[in-house]
């Protein structure tokens, strides 16, 4: 990123537009929208939330939102009934009926990678709440998210190459930083699936709750980033992915930003006041 982007950043995070999404618009996904956060629900339960074209559609619309009105996103999936014996999916992966008529034109338009990547670089922080099946595609918008939270009955992996392709929305490189080589290895080329346990244990997961208390961890977790001062959460989301190359420069350049910034100095007098 540089300088000038930078800047650009922080003019844009004073021109919150107010604008809110108007949720009757979709058809894949159920939105609720704060002034703070914006909560997505996948919502395609007759095919355990599969990723179509319409999804993607949709995602990319909720991205052009918060590029112009940053907030912290929430993805989740479709929870457990009781009443219908119905389990609980955050996505199965691509849809499959789509997917198998796809060729080569298609897999060069980079259709799901291109979605993930920009979800990935929003710039507020992501929150993937996952419950029941995250596999394949939906695995895959679950590792570009910044925080994962799941249940006991997760269940998530990359069965892409036992369908003949490849996991090509970012697993192969972005698992292998989230869980390290081995593992990732074994989910990619062996077809591993990971218990909500296995995820804990890898970090692949920050934390792991009751099916009943997934929504209420999420949004604890978006509360406790809404308390922070949103331009230097920003930035710093800004500065921890910017490639290696760019530090120190960038970091300094971001703290000059911030050094300015009136949120700065109300909070630094607050903390001083709290003392007295």
């Known amino acids: 990123m540089t300088t000038q982007e930078i800047y650009d950043a922080v003019e844009a995070a004073g021109a919150d537009s107010g604008a809110i999404l108007d949720a009757s618009a979709f058809t894949t996904l159920q ?13 395609r339960p007759e095919v355990r939330n599969a990723i179509d074209a319409m999804m993607v559609h949709e995602l990319h619309t909720v991205c052009a ?13 479709t929870p457990a009934d009781a009443a219908t014996g ?32 920009r979800i990935a ?11 029941g099946f995250a596999l394949g595609g939906g695995a895959e918008l679950a590792y ?36 390290g080589e081995p593992l990732a290895k074994e989910i990619l080329l062996a077809g591993r699936t990971l ?4 995820c804990l244990r ?30 230097a959460v920003r930035l710093t989301k800004t500065v921890f992915h910017a490639p290696r190359e760019v530090h120190p420069v960038i970091d300094t350049l971001a703290q000059g930003i911030l050094f300015e910034s009136q ?5 630094m007098q607050q903390f001083l006041d709290r003392k007295k």
């Open 31 to 43: 939105l609720c929208e704060r002034e703070d956060r914006l909560l997505v629900r996948l919502h």
């Open 65 to 77: 939102h918060l590029e112009t009105t940053p907030k912290i996103l929430i993805l989740i999936g």
């Open 86 to 117: 119905s389990k609980a999916f955050f996505a199965s992966g691509a849809d499959i009926a789509q997917l198998r008529g796809r060729r080569r034109e298609d897999a060069l338009a980079g259709v799901n990678s291109s979605l993930f990547d």
């Open 121 to 131: 670089k929003l710039p507020m922080p992501v929150i993937a709440a996952l419950d």
């Open 144 to 179: 570009a998210a910044d925080f994962r939270i799941g249940t006991a009955s997760l269940r998530m992996g990359n069965p892409e190459t036992g369908l003949g392709i490849v996991a090509g929305a970012g697993a192969t490189w972005r698992l292998r930083e989230l869980v």
């Open 195 to 198: 218990t909500g346990d296995e």
């Open 202 to 231: 890898a970090r692949l997961i920050t934390e792991l709750v009751e099916p009943g208390e997934l929504l209420e961890a999420a949004h604890s977790l978006a509360e406790r980033i809404a308390c922070q001062d949103t331009l």
């Open 263 to 267: 949120a700065k100095f109300d909070r």
